[in-house]
Nanobody, 126 residues
């Protein structure tokens, strides 16, 4: 089992940047594929980015491609989301998630993640 705690959210102006971090504790962090999701007010939670266990492969939602970068540090048990050129439509609660299934390298599907953090609020003012 793993516990996930997100941090780094806040209020930023459009065009600005934020770096989210997710700290994991418990089972060996490198055994999990990781993902970031977000939920805007009145909308369903949606996929943002995912990274494989070694950090060698990543995949992004079209809406954030070229602006967001997911990375991980297995020695520190953290996964990060660098968010640049932020837009008002990026306003949401951001969640990190971990998948324990070895058949999954990366995933955009929420159902394939076993553990979730509590979320961190990102608000982008226009």
């Amino acid at each position: 089992q793993v516990q996930l705690v997100e941090s780094g959210g806040g209020l930023v102006q459009a065009g600005g940047s934020l770096r989210l971090s997710c700290a994991a504790s418990g089972r060996t962090f490198s055994s999990y594929a990781m993902g970031w999701f977000r939920q805007a007010p009145g909308r369903e939670r949606e996929f943002v980015a995912t990274i494989n266990r070694s950090g060698s492969s990543t995949y992004y939602a079209d809406s954030v491609k070229g602006r967001f970068t997911i990375s991980r540090d297995n020695a520190k048990s953290t996964v990060n989301l660098q968010m640049n050129s932020l837009k008002s439509e990026d306003t949401a609660v951001y969640y990190c998630a971990a998948s324990a299934s070895y058949s999954i390298s990366m995933s955009t599907r929420q159902a394939e993640y076993d553990y979730w953090g509590q979320g961190t609020q990102v608000t982008v003012s226009s």
